[in-house]
């Protein structure tokens, strides 16, 4: 048992935590919009934003390995929040992240038939509906609703199910992927890297770096799954064991990114492929068997797809979990399967809200899911700031010190651009602030209105005290 409930159980080791972590970065945003990081600043500018990215997040994913060390429960941002601030902030912190996790499976819900649609196109013919002006076709909804059913299946049958899904879906995304990037860098030239930098017409070459780092801090984030999932770690290995993956799921994808942008540029003069859509896919079109390995770059990328949805749904039924165990959600969503271990109750609220996204359509989430940058810059700041406390309180070494400032000063910047960024766009961009301001006022209204039980007198005893949790999972 935890402070408020049944614990989840599971014997994840850390191949899974990884493919959790690297899965829930990495879908298939990269086969798209890798023409536009090129256009932006060319291959050696986009690879030098995303190494930029990548270090900015790694200091904030230290903080968060440090705090799975610590805490090892399922919920992350919530339960640091909720252990170190008290229960309205981690309530809020509770509210954004649910809503941002539904939205990203709707998302991702709606690609997969997107992705379908590119490999088989006579699949998707017809229009449905169409959701401020965009169509949604009777075979994109079908394939969206099979691929639902398919997670909430996975997980339904317990997390040793769905993890080994996510182990070999990743694995197997990664050994397509490197193996296609390997035969463009090996059948390209050096030379059509060149040049490695460039901006746009006016511009300056920095400027061109800065823009595709704005976008590698945002395309970096999904690490936090391996911390929802640390309550489900094996019984022989310890929290400590598990923390560091949290910043090499980060390094893994920054690499891999950086790998794309890299082999994509090999195979023709890069400022072919500038702004194009799916250049990556057009790239290895130009090699030998290019229509083959194009098709199995689609595939790959739709496979990519799932894993991060099923990383989705993981993530959020775990939060309500840890809420429901802390009083701040209906105790039933603590529910377990008797059989498999598995929260049911949690799993069904989360599959059913992404099934109701996906008859809005992608057109419908995509602003909440561009919110969620300002969301998320928040709850990293915090996460971090409750690390900087708890260490004070426990009298951390002179060293461990240098993390969670870092972590904070990450942040900040993260903050910054987050939101500045819809200011530049204009009055379309005010949309943004008032989606912000609208979704806080829901979560706030939800907590006046939406009576909360009281933690009981462990859970009180957790907020205050030090705490060192490492030492094996629950058995």
Same mark, same amino acid.
């Given at each position: ?147 639902? &059913? ?7 049958? &317990? ?192 599959? &059913? ?123």
């Amino acid at each position: 048992m935890t402070a408020g409930g049944p614990a989840l159980k599971g014997r994840l080791a850390t191949s899974h935590y990884f493919a959790l972590g690297f899965g829930g970065i990495v879908g298939s945003g990269w086969l798209v919009i890798t023409g536009s990081w090129l256009a932006a600043a060319g291959p050696g500018g986009a690879m030098a934003g995303f190494l930029l990215g990548g270090a900015l997040i790694a200091l904030i994913a230290l903080c968060y390995g440090e705090l799975t060390r610590r805490f090892p429960e399922a919920g992350a941002e919530f339960i640091y929040i909720r252990r170190v601030f008290g229960r309205f902030p981690a309530f809020m912190a509770g509210w954004c992240l649910f809503v941002y996790y539904v939205a990203v499976a709707v998302f991702e819900g709606v690609a997969f038939g997107a992705a379908l649609r590119l490999l088989v196109p006579g699949l998707m013919a017809g229009r449905l509906y169409a959701v401020r002006g965009v169509a949604v076709s009777p075979g994109e909804l079908g394939f969206g609703l099979l691929g639902a &059913g398919l997670i909430l299946g996975l997980n339904a049958s &317990g997390i040793g199910v769905s993890g080994g899904f996510q182990r070999l879906a990743t694995y197997g995304f990664l050994v397509v992927a490197a193996a296609i990037l390997t035969l463009m860098a090996a059948f390209g030239s050096a030379s059509n890297l060149e040049p490695l930098f460039q901006a746009g017409p006016g511009r300056p070459v920095w400027a061109g770096v800065i823009t595709v780092f704005v976008v590698s801090i945002f395309m970096l984030d999904g690490f936090q799954a391996v911390p929802q999932a640390i309550e489900e770690r094996s019984p022989d290995r310890s929290a400590s064991a598990v923390a560091p993956v949290v910043v090499a799921s980060v390094a893994g994808s920054t690499l891999f990114y950086v790998a794309v942008i890299a082999a994509t540029s090999a195979p023709t003069p890069w400022t072919r492929l500038a702004g194009q859509p799916l250049a990556t896919v057009r790239a290895a079109a130009l090699l030998p068997h290019g229509a083959l390995l194009a098709k199995a770059l689609l595939a790959a990328g739709a496979v990519s797809l799932i894993k991060t949805w099923n990383v989705m749904i993981i993530m959020a039924a775990r939060l309500l979990v840890a809420m429901a165990r802390e009083g701040l959600a209906p105790p039933g969503l603590m529910r377990l399967s008797a059989r498999r271990g598995a929260p049911t109750a949690a799993l069904s609220l989360a599959t &059913g809200l992404s099934l109701a996204g996906l008859l809005v359509g992608r057109a419908a989430i995509d602003p909440i899911i561009e919110v969620s940058s300002m969301i998320l810059s928040l709850l990293y700041g915090a996460s971090c700031l409750a690390l900087w406390i708890v260490q004070r309180r426990e009298g951390a070494r002179a060293l461990a010190w240098l993390t969670p400032p870092l972590g904070v000063a990450a942040a900040v910047v993260i903050g910054g651009i987050a939101f500045a960024e819809p200011a530049q766009q204009g009055p379309s961009g005010m949309l943004d602030y008032g989606l912000v301001v609208l979704w806080l006022s829901a979560g706030v209204l939800a907590w006046r209105f939406a009576p909360p039980r009281q933690p009981d007198a462990t859970a009180r005893a957790a907020r205050g005290a030090p705490i060192n949790h490492d030492h094996p999972g629950p058995r």
